[in-house]
């Protein structure tokens, strides 16, 4: 609730500030243009003791939340930073309000810049998370440089397999190629032996056929021996 309270404070503050700009360029103009400005010049002056308010309200408010360790001294001194602006940008508007400072429309625009805008996230919302929270600021620096050292161990241990794998993959693919060129070996081999054996298998069949034709004639010239021993054989 408490912490509602201040991001409550510090965007209604922002707001405030554009008002006095806003009211201040308007006051300016009805005075080139001859008009009645007492009423803006009320409503001005209402305006910055607002502002003034509520920028010692914020100071308590972060002054509590400091020394009560609700937020870290880092924290703390970002908040502030935050206060200095709002201070800085009320010495501008008085003197303006004043015309003593600078142009009216470029505090507004100094403000719009800086102050809280429509869709922009607050400044003072940004919350400590809770693995800072209650740390000084020696305790978070180790704490992120311990993060930082895991996360430089664990990009060391995927470089490495990264290495690992790279090199796996360059021994798979030489193994690859070795087989491939024992596969193409292989079909030179093949290629080889099948032609040896159309050549044994034509030189059979040759072989075969001169076998067959020999055969033939001895059995002819077996057959003219048995007729002239037939023929010349005398007969009782």
């Known amino acids: ?16 500030a554009q008002e006095i700009a806003e009211k ?30 509520k920028i010692a309200l914020l100071k308590d408010l972060l002054l509590r ?11 703390g001194d970002r908040r502030q930073n935050l206060l200095d602006d709002l201070v800085t940008r009320e010495r501008l508007l008085l003197a303006s309000f004043k015309n003593e400072g600078a142009e009216p429309d470029l505090i507004r625009s100094s403000l719009m810049t800086g102050g809280a805008k429509r869709g922009v996230p607050n400044p003072w919302l940004f919350e400590e998370p809770e693995e800072t929270r209650g ?13 930082i050292q895991e996360q430089d161990a664990g990009l060391d ?16 693919g030489n193994e690859l190629d070795e087989q491939n060129e024992i596969i193409d070996d292989l079909a030179n081999l093949v290629e080889n032996t099948d032609e040896k ?21 001895l059995v002819i010239l077996l057959l003219l021996v048995a007729i002239v021993v037939v023929a010349v054989w005398p007969t009782k």
Do not use: P, W
């Open 24 to 53: 201040i360029q308007q006051r300016n103009q009805y005075e080139r243009n001859g008009e009645n400005t007492t009423k803006l010049t009320v409503t001005i002056r209402a305006l910055l003791q607002n502002l003034k308010e």
């Open 197 to 217: 054996l159309r050549t044994e298998t034509r030189r059979v069949n040759m072989v075969d056929r001169k076998s067959t034709s020999c055969g033939m004639i």
């Open 157 to 172: 241990a995927l470089s490495s397999i990264i290495s690992r794998q790279k090199q796996m993959g360059q021994e798979i």
């Open 135 to 147: 740390l000084g600021f020696d305790e978070i620096r180790q704490q992120q440089q311990k993060i």
């Open 65 to 75: 939340a400091v020394s009560t360790r609700q937020i870290t001294q880092l924290e």
């Open 1 to 16: 609730m408490h912490l509602f309270i201040r991001f409550s404070t510090y965007d209604s503050t922002c707001q405030i």
